[in-house]
């Protein structure tokens, strides 16, 4: 069932209106990273509450107390409450969660934006509109608000094709602290999320500026902190250099067997255990619309792993990653210091995909790295041990919500859409798929492009994708019935 | 010819007078690192050079204008002037030049001294007498002063056994700036320097706490950075993980290449260019008073590279040895950043012993690290380059001046001395080596102990080795005639 046109026409006929309304959102400074701006993130919300309940919605701010530091100290500072909203609740209709977040990353003129405030939306002739959370996350909820109006003012929500439930929260920017305790609640018999069959997440881009994407997996991640100690103070490198065993040699010893030039992961079992693509996935990512000039493009320089494609995507998309992140205790300016560090710790990380967890990871990790200080032949002492792990999460793409938004995105955009998966990690798509019960349920369907700049200077949504985009929400949404009719079959 | 007793029995019986002066001289904040403190570095000097003319030594205070930063620029600080003085011009004898310096370290109490006022002499009933510079460079200075009140006061300058010409700095702790070309003028016909024979400089240490030392060695330094860039700006470790040549992945390879655990370098002709010991050379290192519960005391744990007290102390004293002291442009705080730094630099220096010169080294350092590079099969950028360099210097033992110093030695301390070099660098002993033209003329005559903690809290010289050392002082001049007639049948 596609989209009926009185709708694509009345997103057409209202779109300066819809642009309006995302300026109006743009210009709420809602930094959550700032305390100084935590009214700001709150009124945002509050914003967002009244412009549900204005087409319809029944909502609910839930509050999320005071927030807390990394040490679990009250820090007297008020979270941002949590907007819940449901309509509909016919048991002949799915249920569709949306989740979408109305926080943003700072952002200063003197950072280097190209129009005079960030929080001013700015429309240029090119279609770009520019401005702090245009395109992270408020063009993608405000689509949302878009669809919404459109059955409240044309339709007088008399048929909306699903159940909807929404959870917008206004934290994602800063850990999203409280919200995996909201959900899960919700989740449960009585809650407002009780009965979801699937959720919808538009929170990342597409792969390019030319091609829409539909996006069904993520890296999950395992942080480590791997330290090496000896002296019990720092020496001098003059009186104690070839005395006594370093540990930054030690630790850059360990540090180097951790990873190879060209990516791959010599820690054994890493590599090994995720499973080589079938041709028919080879295939999948051979139609993807990406060249290396656009890595090249992405990154300003010409540093590739690979000049195939496919062996790109793949090292982003399906294949776990560790990179080096820095090491503390050790000399980081540019002073010529000559000292011999008493204690220095590495810090890297590695993208994981299935079937490596965390814990999976970890496992392997420790031991190799125990193995190679062992062989060191060293006196100092070593501790590896992981900081902090997000599990991947990949969905199979037959399911009806991906159908559905693939059928979607044809109709609307006339294109086959890429099929991605990301490389880094949306810790909250973990949260629904586990509180939904199974990855597949979760679909992340991107609005804006490649070049969006999400957490840089002059973020920018097109103009077209926010238009269209909205349409393809709404679309998919009436895509979802013959789907899941279909996926019943 | 040994000192005569009326030397000795002076310095015995004046002791109390002496570290009343040592006290005297402590008071002074001569922080040379503290612009606050320069009038306080210029009052010490002025002192010193009034203490100098109060036991008849003819002086002069060369200005030498403002101190210049890094850059070169006029800082608007007048640097503290040096003190040239001079006595004796007998051609029939050795002229001596003597070199201290005025300046110290900074020291607060709330650094951790025990005692209330670092600036403060405490005496202390175990002898120590505590407070900054007592032992760098105040100590060793006063007992030069010391020696020359004895042949003011109670032999009137009748019988000095040589020439004298002193040479006192205070900007020793802060880079020495300007005295270089005081010191090449200053021996140039018509200088103060001129026609000097040997150079004697006591300001280093002992190896242990237990026997006197001499010090005919320093290892020279080298200084490197290796920067690795690739991307335009940092990436996103999510998204481009295993997609691009990551710039610390290279620069870990690079130093881990530099150095093995056991402390030998794998560069190419550093090791193997330092000819083996010989069987004498092999002897004299068994006989230092070292132990590897020393090197274990020192570090505050059990991390030689060996259990053997020989090859340790060749580790120090006569191989080179590379230290890897950190990474500019990578994470060094605890935070879990997982970004993948555009450009990195690594630090890492190498202490040089002959024939190795910072030349030398930095053709065999940038040769392999080029070659390690050029291998890695990396589309990364790398750079390698000394950042500042400094001569090695060793002297032969058999000049007159080292014969003197053991005579001088053996005669007040009854004991054989440590034949020492030392693994750090002392620039100005290289500065003086090449102003006389010859390393072996330069002398290293430490007065302090291996624990005094010379830029530490509770720095200390003991009671006994600035008396003690004040007679060694004395009697080195003395055994200097008879050494010198000896060197030349």
């Known amino acids: 069932m596609p989209a009926p046109k009185e709708f694509l026409d009345f997103v057409d006929k209202n779109a300066d209106k819809f642009i309006q309304r995302l300026s109006e959102a743009v210009s709420y400074q809602s930094v959550s990273g700032n305390p100084d701006h935590r009214q700001d993130v709150i009124n945002m919300s509050k914003w967002m509450n009244s412009q549900l309940r204005g087409v319809g919605i029944d909502t609910q701010l839930v509050e999320l107390g005071n927030q807390k530091d990394q040490d679990g100290n009250d820090m007297g500072i008020p979270l941002p409450p949590v907007v819940l909203g449901r309509i509909g609740n016919d048991t002949n209709k799915k249920t569709v969660l949306v989740y979408g977040h109305l926080d943003v990353q700072p952002a200063a003129k003197s950072d280097g934006w190209s129009t005079d405030d960030p929080f001013k939306l700015e429309i240029f002739d090119n279609g770009q509109l520019v401005g702090r959370g245009a395109t992270d996350d408020k063009g993608p909820v405000l689509g949302w608000l878009n669809v919404l109006q459109y059955h409240y003012e044309a339709n007088k929500l008399g048929d909306l094709p699903v159940n909807l439930r929404f959870c917008f929260e206004a934290m994602e920017e800063s850990g999203s602290q409280g919200l995996d305790n909201v959900v899960k609640k919700e989740f449960q018999s009585g809650g407002w999320f009780h009965g979801t069959d699937c959720v919808s997440i538009?929170?990342?881009?597409?792969?390019?500026?030319?091609?829409?994407?539909?996006?069904?997996?993520?890296?999950?991640?395992?942080?480590?902190?791997?330290?090496?100690?000896?002296?019990?103070?720092?020496?001098h490198s003059g009186m104690f250099g070839r005395m006594v065993h370093e540990p930054m040699t030690d630790l850059i010893k360990i540090m180097s067997a951790l990873v190879n030039v060209d990516g791959s992961i010599p820690v054994p079992l890493i590599d090994s255990l995720v499973p080589p693509p079938t041709e028919q996935e080879a295939d999948?990512?051979?139609?993807?619309?990406?060249?290396?000039?656009?890595?090249?493009?992405?990154?300003?320089?010409?540093?590739?792993?690979?000049?195939?494609?496919?062996?790109?995507?793949?090292?982003?998309?399906?294949?776990?990653?560790?990179?080096?992140?820095?090491?503390?205790?050790?000399?980081?300016?540019?002073?010529?210091?000559?000292?011999?560090?008493?204690?220095?710790?590495?810090?890297?990380?590695?993208r994981l995909v299935p079937p490596l967890t965390p814990d999976e990871a970890t496992k392997r990790i420790t031991e190799y790295v125990q193995y190679v200080f062992d062989n060191l032949g060293t006196k100092n002492k070593m501790n590896c041990r992981m900081i902090d792990g997000g599990l991947p999460w990949v969905a199979n793409t037959s399911h009806w919500s991906y159908v559905a938004a693939k059928a979607a995105t044809e109709a609307v955009w006339k294109k086959t859409p890429d099929m991605t998966r990301e490389g880094g990690s949306i810790p909250v798509a973990l949260t629904f798929a586990d509180a939904l019960g199974n990855n597949d349920g979760v679909l992340l369907l991107p609005m804006g492009r490649g070049d969006d700049g999400a957490h840089s200077t002059n973020e920018k949504i097109d103009r077209s994708n926010f238009i269209e985009g909205t349409k393809l929400l709404g679309t998919y949404l009436y895509e979802i019935p013959a789907a899941a009719a279909a996926a019943k079959n």
């Open 202 to 235: 538009s929170d990342n881009y597409w792969l390019n500026t030319r091609t829409p994407a539909i996006t069904y997996g993520l890296r999950g991640i395992a942080y480590y902190k791997v330290t090496v100690e000896g002296p019990a103070k720092d020496l």
């Open 284 to 350: 999948e990512y051979k139609k993807l619309d990406y060249t290396v000039q656009d890595l090249d493009e992405s990154v300003g320089a010409s540093i590739g792993l690979s000049d195939d494609k496919v062996k790109l995507l793949m090292g982003r998309m399906r294949e776990c990653s560790l990179s080096l992140h820095g090491i503390e205790g050790a000399s980081s300016g540019p002073e010529t210091a000559t000292v011999i560090p008493a204690k220095v710790t590495g810090k890297f990380s590695i």
